[in-house]
């Protein structure tokens, strides 16, 4: 009987049927791996894969609106040329060393999300500015009297209009975890079709 299914199985799976049964194989399993982590991070998106250099530390020529010929991939590199960003938010180096992902987030790199009853200084969270159709991943600055939120990607020099006033009820989560690079061909076909 088992040999008679790896038979069926293997006669199915052969060819352009056996690609097509493949992709919706991976499909199916990817909904289902993102409904059931929803389910138990609390969260409609529980992976969000990293798709803008708003958050990362890496070298590049400009960095927090600075132009830095030699920079080098250290905090310290980093700090040199953003303190001056976190400095109207009163955020000090020692401070910022222990935020969770204080060296930032890459393009590609795929975070694990986590509803929170309440959020600090120093979470990147994934949020939804009114009016968009795209999610946001950036670390909350400061927490308005009112309770709202503000947020400032690590690389950005300034923040956006949309970054000033974040309600609780936009927040998808906060990051926990990351995952290196793996969602680089996520990234890869947002950069390609503009997505």
Same mark, same amino acid.
């Given at each position: 009987? #088992? ?9 199915? %799976?052969?060819? #352009? !049927?056996?690609?097509? /049964?493949?992709?919706? #194989? ?9 409904? =059931?982590?929803? *389910?138990? !991070?609390?969260?409609?998106?529980p992976l969000v894969v990293v798709v803008s250099s ?5 070298? @590049?020529?400009?960095?927090?609106? %600075? ?5 080098? &991939? %250290? ?9 001056? %960003?976190? +400095? ?6 020692? +401070?910022?060393?222990?935020? $969770?992902?204080?060296?930032?987030? +890459?393009?590609?790199? =795929?975070?694990? =999300? ?11 969270? =994934?949020?939804? $500015? +009114? @009016?968009?159709?795209?999610?946001? /991943?950036h670390r909350i600055v400061a927490i308005n009297e ?9 690389? &950005? @020099?300034?923040?956006? $209009? ?15 975890f990351r995952i290196p690079l793996i969602g680089l $061909?996520?990234? /890869?076909? *947002? ?5």
């Amino acid at each position: 009987m #088992l040999k008679r299914i790896k038979r069926y199985w293997n006669n199915i %799976t052969e060819g #352009l !049927l056996g690609y097509l /049964i493949y992709a919706l #194989l991976g499909i199916v399993i990817a909904f289902g791996i993102n409904y =059931v982590l929803g *389910n138990i !991070l609390n969260t409609s998106m529980p992976l969000v894969v990293v798709v803008s250099s708003s958050m990362s530390h890496s070298p @590049n020529s400009y960095i927090c609106g %600075t132009y830095i010929q030699n920079y080098k &991939n %250290t905090f310290e590199s980093y700090w040199l040329a953003c303190n001056r %960003t976190y +400095e109207k938010f009163n955020i000090t180096k020692a +401070e910022f060393l222990n935020f $969770p992902f204080k060296n930032g987030l +890459e393009i590609g790199d =795929v975070i694990i =999300v986590k509803k929170s009853k309440e959020y600090k200084i120093g979470d990147i969270i =994934v949020y939804q $500015p +009114e @009016n968009s159709k795209y999610s946001i /991943i950036h670390r909350i600055v400061a927490i308005n009297e009112d309770g709202t939120y503000q947020t400032k990607g690590d690389r &950005n @020099n300034a923040q956006f $209009p949309y970054e000033k006033k974040i309600e609780a009820t936009q927040i998808h989560g906060k990051a926990i975890f990351r995952i290196p690079l793996i969602g680089l $061909p996520r990234a /890869i076909i *947002n950069w390609v079709f503009g997505i």
